[in-house]
């Protein structure tokens, strides 16, 4: 049976530090997790950058520069930079750490969208920093913007120009029929690596018949020609990922969509949830990819091509 790669998703920009302690913000804390969530068995580490003097989403180059060298000395896992970044950067802001770093993968959102983070405000606690609460309460009036010609001019700077292969980010159906559209024009060729996003507010919710109908649209749009992941936001992130499993899928975690490894307890680590997944991915009787055999599934360019 096809391994499974297992992602991981280290900080994320969309948690923010007083929502938990464990939440890596500085260079050495995300280096430091995202080597111990590949000695776990992530094959992919997907990372954002975070200011480390308090922990607000950046952009800044620098700050990715902060973690990817130890990365690459500590492990051989494949790293995907987000061009996601936060929905409160201009695009230009997303891509400049990408495209400095030039790495194997980076993710690409096929669609313009609402991200609404602002419930997860409501719970009343004391905010470490100011940013945290206008941020998170802001959501409400604000597009996570990936226009058909942003899209086109990623897959081209990233893609084309930078050998990154991608991690196609779905979080609904249309997003799968804009994606063939881009296979259509031969700016994607295979093999097409989608990660179905649920449980994002904005997006589609993380349930079973949405990840069915999902895949089956895949199916009918990609062939043989794509590999899906799960990846689902909040309390719904390990049953999908063992559906996803079940399915024949690939998984990601981690603490930019979940920070809890059980009902109200708080992942201490990244590390903490991919051993989670593995044993889950084990306990069905399916391996788990390592970095090279992962580099092989999706044609990546190799460890020794990225610019970190
Ligand atoms: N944080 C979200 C606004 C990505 O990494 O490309 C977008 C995101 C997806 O995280
Ligand atoms: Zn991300």
Redesign the pocket.
């Known amino acids: 049976m096809l391994k499974i790669i297992i992602s991981c998703a280290i900080t ?3 948690h923010t530090p007083s929502m938990s302690p464990h939440l890596p913000v500085t260079g050495e804390e995300i280096a430091a997790q995202a080597i111990e969530a590949a000695q776990a068995g992530a094959a992919i580490l ?1 990372l ?1 950058a975070r200011d480390p003097a308090d922990g607000r989403p950046s952009a800044d180059p620098a700050h990715f520069m902060g973690f990817l060298p130890a990365i690459r000395q500590g492990c051989d896992a494949v790293v995907n930079l ?6 409160v950067m201009s695009l230009d802001e997303r891509l400049a750490g990408p495209l400095a770093a030039r790495p194997e993968m980076a ?1 690409l ?1 096929m669609g313009t969208m609402n ?1 609404a983070l602002y419930p997860m405000a409501a719970k009343p606690r004391e905010w470490k920093h100011a940013w945290e609460e206008p941020f998170l309460r802001g959501s409400d009036d604000l597009v ?1 913007r990936n226009t058909p010609r942003d899209i086109e001019g990623i897959l081209r700077r990233m893609g084309e120009e930078r050998g990154a292969r991608f991690e196609f ?1 779905c979080y609904d159906l249309g997003h799968l029929h804009m994606l063939a559209h881009f296979r259509d024009r031969g700016l994607v060729r295979a093999p097409i690596f989608i990660q179905f996003v649920m449980g994002v507010l904005g997006g589609v919710a993380a349930e079973p018949e949405h990840l069915t109908h999902m895949k089956a649209t895949a199916d009918r749009l990609f062939g043989n020609d794509y590999l899906f992941s799960v990846l689902a936001a909040g309390r719904m992130q390990f049953p999908m990922a063992a559906i996803a499993a079940g399915m024949g899928g690939h998984v990601r975690v981690g603490l ?1 969509d979940n920070l809890f490894i059980s009902r109200g307890v708080l992942a201490k680590s990244n590390a903490e949830q991919v051993r989670k997944v593995r044993a889950m991915v084990e306990a069905l009787g399916r391996e788990v990819a390592t970095p090279d055999e992962t580099r092989a599934m999706l044609e990546l360019k190799g460890a020794g091509k990225v610019g970190f």
Do not use: K, R, V
């Open positions: 994320g920009s969309i997907h954002h987000s061009t996601g970044g936060s929905a993710s959102n991200f996570f980010e930019e």
